[in-house]
Structure formats: structure tokens, C-alpha cells
């Protein structure tokens, strides 16, 4: 299957030349990838610009949009960018970010995955972090959930779910579309993906409320809010972020901020998080 993956970044020199080469080492060779250098002031552009030299389907192009580290909007503009003159041609459609070291065999899985599977939407494996010289589980989200970090999508649903919202919240509203389109999504446990940066390591102060602001924009309502609030607050030990998250529904409720959802997609949403929630309490 022709796989084209789409990487935006910013000032991400220290990671960058790890990832492209990690890429390189693929059992199976992309068709196409495609790095967006947002506003980078540091070396991002020439540790890719080495790479285009040396290979015919790595691409570069350059942007600049605000030099705040902001999650959602900044860098799903930055993957648009790319997507404008993404070869058409493709059967898979990869988001990655800058900051991975994937293992030798990831693609080449992600393709047999796919092509097993005719419903399935989206695919990837799971990211790990460095803690005391040893590489374990980023455990933010659930294990059927596929982190922002690191998507593989069917072009088919990828187009279905209207690609990517710009927005925070873009990496669970994606998968959300996916299953009210019928689609399959599946997590592989055996690709263990390096994770350089731990997620929100950089991320503007002004990004703390975005999450509640998801939350409303995705049609939560807010008793599922709450606890969606609560239970990503105790992942991170911090009753500060379950307040922001709140703070951040409210606000975009007040202020009748646009959804991302219609409100047919929200009501499917709604109950599969109230399944979800009531299957972990029986």
C-alpha cells in the first residue's frame, strides 16, 4: 500500500534528524513524506534539507504562523500546508509529529494491518517515553486510543470523517467520526514508538483551557465533561488542570463557541462515551 505521511514542525532540531532517519530504516519506503517547517528559528530546515538532498520522496516546504507552541489549530494549519501538495495518490494518510523514532518494521505493519482489514479506518502502534534510562508506556489516554503523535488513516475514511478540524481535540473527534462512519481502529501493542518529547511538554500557557473547550466543541455535555475532566486531571496528578478544563467548557459555552460535531455525530458521541464510562463501572 502507498503510505504518504505529512510532519510538521517546529524548532524541533534536537529530535528531527532522528525521526527522518528512523523513516529512512523502513522496511517499507513511504511514497511520500512531506515536513512542514513552521516558523522554525532553529535548524529544523537544514537537518530536512540534508534529507531531500539524498532522497527523492522526502519534501520540504516552508511556513510561518504564530512561534507559540499552541496543541490543535497551529499544527493541524501546519498539515494542511503539507496536504496542498500531497501526491493524491495514496491508500494511507499519516499525521506524524517531529519528536519519533519508529522501529524498522512500523509502516510495513501499519500496511498489513490495513490490508487485512477493509473496514479498518485508522492504525498505529504506541508511544513510550524515556524514565530512568528505561523506555515505558506514555500512559495518557486509553489503549484503543490512538495518540495525536502518531495517526495512520484509510484515505477513504480520512476523507468520510472531513480529514482533520482544526482544533484542539482534532486527535479524538478523528477517531470519534470514524466509528459513527462505521469504521475500525486498531492499536498495535507490539510497535513500541520512541516518544523524545513528552506530550505538552512545550505547549504555550495559553493551551490550558483548550481541553474543556474540546470537550464543548465535540458535544460532550457536561456530565461526561466532568468526568472526562476528572479522570484525565488524576492522569496527571493535578487538581489545577481539572479546574482549566472546566474553565475552559464554560467559557466556550458561554461564549457559543462552534462545534465541531453536528448535532446527529454528538448524540452518537454522547452514548458511546456513556458506554464506555458505564462498562468500566460494572
Not at 161 to 180: F, N, Q, R
Request: proline fraction near 2%; hydrophobic fraction near 35%.
Amino acid at each position: 500500500m502507498k503510505i504518504s505521511i505529512i510532519i510538521p514542525a517546529h524548532n524541533e532540531e534536537t529530535y528531527i534528524g532522528k525521526t527522518i532517519q528512523s523513516l529512512v530504516d523502513q522496511t517499507l519506503t513511504p511514497a511520500q513524506v512531506v515536513f512542514v517547517n513552521d516558523n522554525s528559528t532553529d535548524n529544523t530546515q537544514s537537518i530536512i534539507e540534508d534529507y531531500t538532498s539524498k532522497y527523492n520522496w522526502i519534501t520540504l516546504i516552508n511556513t510561518s504562523s504564530s512561534d507559540k507552541h499552541l496543541p490543535g489549530s497551529k499544527i493541524i494549519n501546519a498539515f494542511y500546508k503539507g496536504y496542498e501538495i500531497l501526491d493524491n495518490d495514496y491508500d494511507i494518510i499519516c499525521k506524524f509529529d517531529a519528536d519519533l523514532i519508529f522501529p524498522n518494521n512500523y509502516l510495513e505493519q501499519i500496511s498489513k494491518h490495513f490490508t487485512a482489514d477493509q473496514k479498518l479506518g485508522m492504525a498505529a502502534g504506541f508511544c513510550y517515553i524515556k524514565k530512568n534510562d528505561q523506555w515505558v508506556l506514555e500512559n495518557l489516554t486509553n489503549k484503543d486510543h490512538i495518540r495525536g503523535a502518531l495517526k495512520a488513516y484509510r484515505k477513504d475514511c480520512f476523507l468520510q470523517i472531513g480529514k482533520l478540524k482544526p482544533s484542539m481535540g482534532w486527535d479524538t473527534v478523528d477517531e470519534l467520526l470514524a466509528k459513527y462512519h462505521g469504521w475500525e481502529i486498531l492499536t498495535d501493542e507490539s510497535l513500541h514508538v520512541k516518544h523524545l518529547k513528552p506530550t505538552g511538554q512545550s505547549y504555550n500557557k495559553a493551551s490550558k483551557y483548550l481541553q474543556g473547550e474540546a470537550m464543548y466543541k465535540m458535544r460532550y455535555g457536561l456530565w461526561i465533561t466532568l468526568i472526562s475532566a476528572i479522570k484525565l486531571a488524576m492522569k496527571k496528578n493535578s487538581f489545577r488542570q481539572f479546574r482549566d478544563y472546566m474553565s475552559g467548557y464554560f467559557k466556550a459555552k458561554s461564549n457559543n463557541t462552534e462545534f465541531l460535531v453536528t448535532a446527529d455525530e454528538g448524540r452518537f458521541i454522547r452514548n458511546l462515551r456513556w458506554k464506555g464510562i458505564l462498562k468500566k463501572l460494572s
